[in-house]
C-alpha cells in the first residue's frame, strides 16, 4: 500500500480542463460521496471523479456540445475489473477539442444519440447499475486526445 501512494505522490499533476463544466446532475441532487482515488482512475483515466448518489438520478449535459458515442444497452454490473465493459456511457466532445464521459447510467435511459447536438444542463440519461461499480454512482471523466489513434490523457476538469 505505501507503495501505491509513492507512486502516487510522484505522478505529475494533471492538465487542467481548458473548458468550465456545470456537475453533471441537477444541484439539488444528494451527493454521498466524491471518489477521485479509485483503481478505475489510473493511467490514462486519472483525473476521473466519481460522485455517489441515488438510481435515477437525471444525468445532465456538463457543457454545449456534440454526443459521438452512446451505448445504452447494458444490465450486467459488479464489483470486479471484467464488468468494465459493461458500463452504459454517453460521449461529448465540446469546444477546444475536450471530450467527456459520463457512465453508470441505467438501461434504456439515453435521450441522446450520436451526432446530436447538446446544451450544457440538458438531461442526457439517468444513473443505473451497469459496468464495474460497487455501489450507485456516476462516473465522470474530461479528456482530450493525443493523437489520431485515440490515445487520450484525462484532464482535471473546471467547474463553474
Not at 40 to 66: K, N, Q, Y
Not at 76 to 85: L, Q, R, S, V
Not at 89 to 116: F, M, N, T, W
Request: glycine content about 8%.
Amino acid at each position: 500500500m505505501a507503495e501505491q501512494r509513492t507512486e502516487a505522490i510522484n505522478l505529475p499533476p494533471l492538465e487542467k480542463s481548458k473548458n468550465i463544466y456545470i456537475k453533471p446532475f441537477p444541484t439539488n441532487t444528494a451527493v454521498t460521496a466524491v471518489e477521485t482515488d479509485s483503481p478505475a482512475h489510473s493511467g490514462s483515466f486519472r483525473g476521473a471523479i466519481d460522485f455517489c448518489m441515488p438510481l435515477g438520478t437525471p444525468v445532465l449535459a456538463p457543457l454545449e456540445g456534440e454526443v459521438f458515442e452512446v451505448e445504452d444497452s447494458n444490465d450486467k454490473y459488479g464489483p470486479t475489473k471484467e464488468n468494465a465493459t459493461f458500463g452504459n456511457y454517453i460521449a461529448l466532445i465540446h469546444p477546444s477539442g475536450e471530450r467527456s464521459e459520463v457512465i453508470h447510467l441505467a438501461k434504456g435511459s439515453a435521450k441522446v444519440k450520436q451526432g446530436d447536438k447538446v446544451k450544457a444542463g440538458q438531461q442526457i440519461a439517468e444513473t443505473g447499475n451497469s459496468g464495474w461499480m460497487t455501489e450507485p454512482h456516476l462516473h465522470f471523466f474530461v479528456y482530450r486526445l493525443l493523437d489520431e489513434k485515440g490515445n487520450f490523457i484525462g484532464l482535471e476538469p473546471q467547474f463553474r
